[in-house]
């Protein structure tokens, strides 16, 4: 008996303190990014690239396969039709906002800055299947680490309220895609063209630019400056 006690401890312990270092990079991790996104620009082109960066670097001391971290061969076929799924949800809002009259042009159509931005939208990707889903998962079930995920995916992107409740619908949807097909190119790929889609059908008026944290509320000090140098002319 003295011997089984034993042994179940040394198994509880490791247990303990896997499950407290994934719950610790949790909210280190996640909080990291929110106060990056709440700082001011100057301070926030310092410090973003190290909070951007911080979690690559974990999931890489893994040492994981290309394959594990969802970037190799495994499921690229497979997922490949969300790409075209993308096209045509993105042809179809087109038109129905050329229809609502909200159909605008790309506030910025520079090919860096589309092409940077597309970037980004796979590296926001790699972030929620690589880093926050695995230890979600390994402190929650499958499903319940989705749900949170999509929480925390949808959280970053406040105080833009429809922005929040576009990406709450796509963290779902492409944690599950990714946890069927486990490869990160039509997920990204896709997640780019659906944001500039959103972009230009919904006016910028009501997403800022797409601007999150404390960006969003510059966008509208600037507008209103804008409007203020009007005025006066």
Same mark, same amino acid.
Request: glycine share 8%.
């Given at each position: 008996?003295?011997?089984?006690?034993?042994?179940?401890?040394?198994?509880?312990?490791?247990?303990?303190?896997?499950?407290?270092?994934?719950?610790?990079?949790?909210?280190?991790?996640?909080?990291?990014?929110?106060?990056?996104?709440?700082?001011?620009?100057?301070?926030?082109?310092?410090?973003?690239?190290?909070?951007?960066?911080?979690?690559?670097?974990?999931?890489?001391?893994?040492?994981?396969?290309?394959?594990?971290?969802? /970037?190799?061969?495994? $499921?690229?076929? *497979?997922?490949?039709? #969300? &790409?075209? %799924? @993308?096209?045509? +949800?993105?042809? !179809?809002?087109?038109?129905?906002?050329?229809?609502?009259?909200?159909?605008?042009?790309?506030?910025?159509?520079?090919?860096?800055?589309?092409?940077?931005?597309?970037?980004?939208?796979?590296?926001?990707?790699?972030?929620?299947?690589?880093?926050?889903?695995?230890?979600?998962?390994?402190? /929650?079930?499958?499903? $319940?680490?989705? *749900?949170?995920?999509? #929480? &925390?995916? %949808? @959280?970053?992107? +406040?105080?833009? !309220?429809?922005?929040?409740?576009?990406?709450?619908?796509?963290?779902?949807?492409?944690?599950?895609?990714?946890?069927?097909?486990?490869?990160?190119?039509?997920?990204?790929?896709?997640?780019?063209?659906?944001?500039?889609?959103?972009?230009?059908?919904?006016?910028?008026?009501?997403?800022?630019?797409?601007?999150? $944290?404390?960006?969003?509320?510059?966008?509208?000090?600037?507008?209103?400056?804008?409007?203020?140098?009007?005025?006066?002319?």
């Amino acid at each position: 008996m003295a011997t089984t006690n034993a042994t179940s401890f040394t198994l509880v312990v490791p247990q303990a303190r896997a499950s407290s270092r994934n719950l610790a990079e949790l909210i280190l991790g996640f909080g990291f990014i929110m106060v990056v996104l709440w700082l001011p620009t100057r301070e926030q082109l310092i410090v973003g690239p190290v909070a951007m960066l911080a979690p690559l670097a974990l999931v890489l001391m893994q040492r994981p396969t290309v394959n594990e971290l969802g /970037l190799g061969w495994r $499921g690229l076929a *497979a997922s490949w039709w #969300v &790409l075209p %799924a @993308a096209v045509g +949800l993105t042809i !179809l809002s087109v038109l129905v906002a050329r229809s609502a009259g909200t159909f605008h042009p790309l506030y910025n159509a520079n090919l860096t800055h589309v092409g940077g931005y597309v970037l980004w939208t796979i590296y926001q990707q790699f972030l929620l299947q690589d880093y926050f889903m695995p230890r979600l998962t390994r402190v /929650l079930t499958s499903d $319940g680490a989705i *749900a949170v995920a999509t #929480v &925390l995916f %949808a @959280a970053a992107h +406040l105080p833009n !309220l429809t922005l929040t409740a576009a990406t709450l619908l796509w963290g779902a949807v492409s944690c599950w895609l990714f946890r069927r097909y486990h490869n990160l190119y039509a997920l990204g790929l896709a997640q780019g063209l659906l944001g500039l889609c959103f972009a230009v059908c919904v006016p910028d008026a009501m997403h800022h630019h797409l601007r999150v $944290g404390l960006g969003y509320f510059h966008y509208q000090a600037t507008l209103t400056g804008h409007q203020a140098g009007s005025a006066l002319r």
